[in-house]
Nanobody, 127 residues
């Protein structure tokens, strides 16, 4: 079992940056691909980014490509989301999630394939 705790959210002006962190418990962190999702008020949860178990491959939603960067440190059981050039439409609760689906190079944007979720961290981008 994996427990996930996000941090780093906050209020930022449009064009600014934030770095989200997700701390994972347990010794099996490297067995999981990791993803970031977000949910804005009144909207469904949507995929943001994912990274393979080794960190060698990443995947981004079109809406954040070129602005967000996902990374992980398996020695520290951490995954990060660097968010630059933030826009008001990026305002949402951001969730970290872990998936054991597929092989080492498998990535998914489907939230149903992620077994473990953090509690979320709020990101608010003002215009």
């Amino acid at each position: 079992q994996v427990q996930l705790v996000e941090s780093g959210g906050g209020l930022v002006q449009a064009g600014g940056s934030l770095r989200l962190s997700c701390a994972a418990s347990g010794r099996t962190f490297v067995r999981y691909a990791m993803g970031w999702f977000r949910q804005a008020p009144g909207k469904e949860r949507e995929f943001v980014s994912a990274i393979t178990r080794s960190g060698s491959t990443t995947y981004y939603a079109d809406s954040v490509k070129g602005r967000f960067t996902i990374s992980r440190d398996n020695a520290k059981n951490m995954v990060y989301l660097q968010m630059n050039s933030l826009k008001p439409e990026d305002t949402a609760v951001y969730y970290c999630a872990a998936s054991s689906s597929g092989g080492g190079y498998y990535l998914s944007a489907n939230s149903l394939e992620y077994e473990y979720w953090g509690q979320g961290t709020q990101v608010t981008v003002s215009s």
